[in-house]
């Protein structure tokens, strides 16, 4: 198929996805069981893959980026798309040179000595070529994809005309999740990665804040040879941390280096700034000297000094076993959904997270991200929008020192990088005193406080979520009820026409025409309420 013409790429989205809404709404009409829906969510699995693999470009993306969202996607489905690589046939070096001579024009071709016409590296947006400066320099040159701005502009438009129709027809997962802001999101990543000045200016940030750091290793710019679609960079020379002969050739040195690896990544996750959105095993090397070589820096995010600050609260309030905070500090960020019972949410927090304070030795960040994996899947959690890269860089990096480590010796890695990480903050006296607040005698005082205010608090927090449950269900009710008429009213259409029978005709198609109508109010309704309440409650 030619993954460049635009009616066949988006006829072949537009009609897969058709495919999947009939199956499940037929699996819903006949009430099928569980083991049935999980069959039907691999096939879906399965089939997504091969679209993707087929059609290319920011599909690809669009199935790394939904493969980290568990909170809202079947598990079947997941683990059929978890393992995508953005990695595709290299273009034609004749297409690829047509982009140099654009882009550098006759004065900086001559700059480059000699380029090697095999790829280095291929992926959806760009593709990576070894070239030799006329001192004798090696560089890495990476190219963007011929076509491809048409290409992701074709499966923009593809994937909002999706969107809506999923928006619209298609129940929404817990009730609250934005796809108008998850779109947005992704679009403005794509873009981003795009524009290789971008990636350059991301590039040059991480040069400037591991500059003091011996234990990484970012490639120099060669500026003068960059373009947003060129971008030129010291080659270095590392080999995957992940490969099976480079992980034997470590032997013990292998708990170092995935401390150094956590030592790289914590910061990114929580400390205010961008961090690396795409740390895959291509994208992270070790160099002989034991450097974790960080490269390609095209998919990148930005934690803003707010919600770093609730992170950091939030890890403190877990350790220090404080679940009251902890939810609190759930609710700041956007966790937790509107309708939550806060309370029922710290008792399940305190009987699930079993930490002890006294043996800091056996802490685990690892083993604590897999239990709030099981509370995320069984609590009313959401990932909010803005945190699904973050998210993607925790669990690539994670997938990461699990090949390195076998899984007994994990216990041993999180607590010295943490507490190192800790004792270069401001924080950590913050954590002291949270994890004093979490001792017996100081509950005592805090709650006699909270008795007294327990009985208005109570009032007030039942009264507010009784009247959001009802709101929403009330919405959805109205939505669902539309909807079912307009297909009535499609049948009755259908059925009067075979029938010649006018009456019934025009009454189908009013019937039609009025619930069309009152589910786009509905919608739209439903729609608004839900961007409102999330912020209201915060």
């Known amino acids: 198929m030619n993954k460049k013409n635009k009616l066949l790429r988006i006829y072949k989205v537009l009609s897969f996805a058709l495919i999947i809404f009939l199956q499940i709404y037929w699996y819903k009409w006949t009430r099928k069981p569980e083991a049935e829906w999980e069959k039907l969510w691999e096939r879906i699995g399965k089939r997504f893959r091969k679209t993707l693999f087929e059609l290319e470009g920011l599909l690809i993306k669009v199935g790394q980026f939904i493969s980290i969202r568990s909170d809202l996607l079947p598990s079947p489905f997941i683990k059929e798309i978890q393992d995508l690589t953005d990695k595709v046939p290299p273009s034609k070096w004749s297409e690829i040179q047509k982009v140099l001579d654009e882009e550098w024009g006759e ?13 280095i590296a291929s992926a959806s947006i760009g593709e990576v070529y070894k070239g030799i400066l006329h001192d004798g320099t090696a560089i890495a040159i990476k190219v963007q994809r011929p076509e491809i701005q ?13 969107l809506w129709f ?13 796809l108008s802001v998850l779109f947005q999101e992704l679009k403005q990543v794509i873009e981003r990665e795009l524009d290789f000045s971008k990636e350059k200016e991301t590039l040059l940030y991480f040069r400037e804040r591991y500059k003091d750091r011996e234990i990484v290793k970012i490639p120099a710019i060669h500026p003068e040879l960059c373009t947003k679609r060129v971008l030129v960079m010291e080659w270095i020379e590392g080999k995957r941390i992940t490969d099976l002969e480079t992980i034997n050739e470590m032997g013990p040195y292998k708990e ?78 956007g966790f937790l959904l509107p309708n939550a019972d806060s309370k029922m949410v710290e008792r399940l927090l305190n009987e699930w997270i079993s930490i002890d304070l006294a043996d800091l030795k056996e802490m685990d960040l690892i083993k604590l991200k897999l239990e709030i994996n099981d509370l995320i899947a069984a609590l009313p959690i959401q990932v909010p929008t803005r945190f699904v890269f973050l998210g993607r860089s925790f669990i690539t990096i994670e997938g990461i020192v699990r090949q390195l480590l076998p899984e007994e010796e994990l216990i041993h890695l999180a607590k010295p990088v943490f507490t190192e990480w800790l004792s270069t903050q401001g924080s950590k006296w913050s954590f002291y005193w949270r994890a004093i607040q979490s001792q017996p005698l100081f509950k005592i005082f805090h709650s006699i406080t909270e008795f007294l205010d327990a009985p208005q608090k109570y009032e007030q927090l039942k009264e507010t979520e009784q009247r959001r449950e009802f709101q929403f269900a009330v919405y959805e009710s109205r939505k669902k009820r539309f909807f079912q008429l307009f297909l009535l009213g499609l049948i009755g259409m259908g059925t009067s026409y075979y029938l010649t029978e006018d009456l019934l005709l025009k009454i189908a198609t009013a019937l039609s025409g009025l619930s069309a109508v009152g589910y786009y109010v509905s919608s739209y309704n439903l729609s608004k309420w839900l961007k409102y309440m999330p912020e209201k409650r915060r």
């Open 166 to 178: 999923v928006d619209h027809l298609v129940p929404i997962p817990k009730g609250l999740i934005n």
């Open 256 to 333: 170092e280096v995935a401390q150094r690896l956590v030592k790289v990544f914590l910061p990114q996750w929580l400390e205010p700034g961008i961090f690396h959105a795409d740390p895959h095993p291509g994208n992270v090397l070790l160099s002989r000297g034991g450097e974790i070589i960080l490269l390609d820096f095209g998919m990148a995010g930005e934690l803003s000094k707010k919600d770093a600050a609730h992170f950091q609260a939030l890890i403190e309030s877990f350790l220090a076993k404080n679940y009251g905070k902890t939810v609190e500090v759930l609710s700041h960020l």
């Open 107 to 119: 004065e900086g071709s001559k700059k480059v000595r000699s380029i090697q016409e095999e790829a």
């Open 150 to 162: 048409s290409i992701v502009q074709t499966d923009f438009r593809t994937l909002k005309i999706l």
